[in-house]
């Protein structure tokens, strides 16, 4: 899945998920996108910022350690649900 900020030609900016770019593409071609706030079909991609992470040049993200004995016991929670 992905998410896009699209706009419509009234210039309403809302946010739409698409299985992928071309279900995207097809869908606007098809005018299957609708503004949520007038209706309007003619929809194009909006201007979005990246996402980058925040930090300086070498720092690590901060995630929780695992515990001593590792994931294997079920204590580390990215190991939840696996």
């Known amino acids: 899945m992905i998410i896009y900020s699209v706009q419509c030609s009234h210039?309403?900016?809302f946010d739409e998920w698409f299985?992928?770019?071309a279900d995207y593409d097809t869908k606007a071609a098809a005018g299957e996108i609708a503004c949520p706030a007038c209706g309007d079909s003619k929809i194009s991609k909006a201007?979005?910022?990246p996402s980058v992470?925040?930090?300086g040049a070498?720092?690590?993200p901060d995630f929780p350690s695992c515990p001593a004995g590792g994931c294997a016991g079920g204590g580390c929670s990215f190991a939840n649900g696996f």
Do not use: F, K, L, Y
Request: no cysteine.
């Open 53 to 55: 992470a925040r930090g």
């Open 58 to 60: 070498g720092s690590a």
């Open 47 to 49: 201007i979005m910022a």
């Open 11 to 13: 210039g309403h900016v």
């Open 19 to 21: 299985s992928n770019s």
